[in-house]
DNA sequence: CAAAAAAATGACTAAGTGGTCAGGAAATTG
DNA sequence: CAATTTCCTGACCACTTAGTCATTTTTTTG
């Protein structure tokens, strides 16, 4: 019928998708000099051969998990313009990147490894869209400040700090769980999510938004 | 002369300290997967079997390492009690973990990996004095929250955001360097420094120290 | 200086790895 | 329904790897 999707392989392509959700969890778990074919094969449960003959090398696999999970990586606050409240946009961006940390871990920590390896994959990313969005977001930001909205922090630095406190939820969740001796659960993520906007927002002399202040308890 | 020291190899000692400083560097660059036994022995200039002669098994000389590590995180604050001054403790501790991250990211990129990987190797460390010592710490924190010297924010979030943004700096630093098109020297550190001192200070209702505040420009 | 202990090392092994290939099964298409 | 394309897979290979072992060299010690 629909003369467009022509033969797109039905099966591969889902097979495909499912050799990737295998991916994510395998190379989040162990790394990718950690994880061989075959235990991605076991964990899609299929051949090994047949994972080889969707992806060309177990690089290839890597490199197109990881262009999978870079999609993940947009949020509400790459369409903020300097006419929007710096508060509430600060603040749920905050927030957005904590859910993903929360409904994502995986892909967060895939991020983290690649990063801490230098990042051989992603630097042509990093060099390219990364850049020119980290600049428009950059010139928002000192619009805020020049417009006397927020206090004159560098914006590259608050970015960071964003990223790392965000991301550290994912990435070091091992440390949290054992410190808190319980792991952190939707409730925890949310007191957290606050507690984080709070340190930031005020770091900026900027007031919390209501639906981030304090809550019930 | 010294009896004491008997005979603790005074060869050994210094070829193990060699090989240590050798698989540090190799750990951090290729994970512990992903670095060979051969490839330390080369860093080392030692021949392969050599250092299997000092350490049993890669597992041993990988854990022997972490060990090592783990004694870096000492700072100041340990010693911190809640006489002290919030502000100038805060900040202080703030500088010590990004002077580590400076001087020290192969040990914070080791440390990364494997909390990442779930931490193998450190769940006994943090079920032990990691513990202690955080309780001490939210201790003091809130002691001084009680005291009405800071707000009242929760210690054990504000303790993993001040983890979480010096480690990035050493962490991340491949994203950093992309982002910034230079990698960051000395004075960047210093601003960084400053920068997320007054962050974090000021969202805990604190007021930046003298020697942390806007340097020349 | 001889005996004992510590240090060094080349040759080897057993296990696991990513990847190839040829041949066959299933699905799609004219 | 025949032909063509897509999909599937067992057998296999070249290569790397951690770790062993027997032997030799160096250092320490009585």
């Not at 090398?57 to 903020?80: C, E, H, P, T």
């Not at 990063?115 to 051989?120: D, I, K, M, R, Y």
């Amino acid at each position: 019928m629909a003369s467009k999707s022509k033969m797109d392989g039905s099966i591969g392509a889902k097979n495909k998708q499912k050799i990737l959700v295998a991916a994510e969890k395998a190379f989040a778990t162990y790394g990718f000099k950690g994880t061989s074919v075959q235990q991605i094969a076991d964990e899609a449960e299929l051949p090994k051969t047949n994972i080889l003959y969707y992806f060309k090398s177990k690089q290839g696999l890597y490199v197109a998990m990881l262009q999978d999970i870079m999609s993940l990586w947009n949020s509400r606050f790459d369409q903020v313009t300097e006419d929007d409240d710096p508060a509430e946009s600060l603040a749920d961006y905050i927030a957005d990147k904590m859910t993903m940390s929360r409904t994502h871990p995986q892909a967060s920590k895939i991020f983290a490894m690649e990063v801490l390896n230098g990042a051989p994959y992603l630097n042509k990313f990093f060099s390219n869209e990364h850049v020119a969005w980290m600049e428009g977001r950059v010139a928002i930001l000192n619009s805020w400040i020049a417009q006397g909205r927020m206090t004159a922090v560098d914006p590259l630095y608050l970015l960071f700090h964003i990223w790392a406190c965000t991301q550290h939820y994912a990435d070091f969740s091992a440390q949290i769980t054992s410190l808190r001796g319980k792991t952190m659960k939707r409730a925890d993520f949310d007191e957290a999510t606050r507690q984080l906007v709070q340190l930031i927002l005020s770091g900026c002399g900027l007031t919390v938004p209501e639906k981030y202040a304090e809550s019930a308890k």
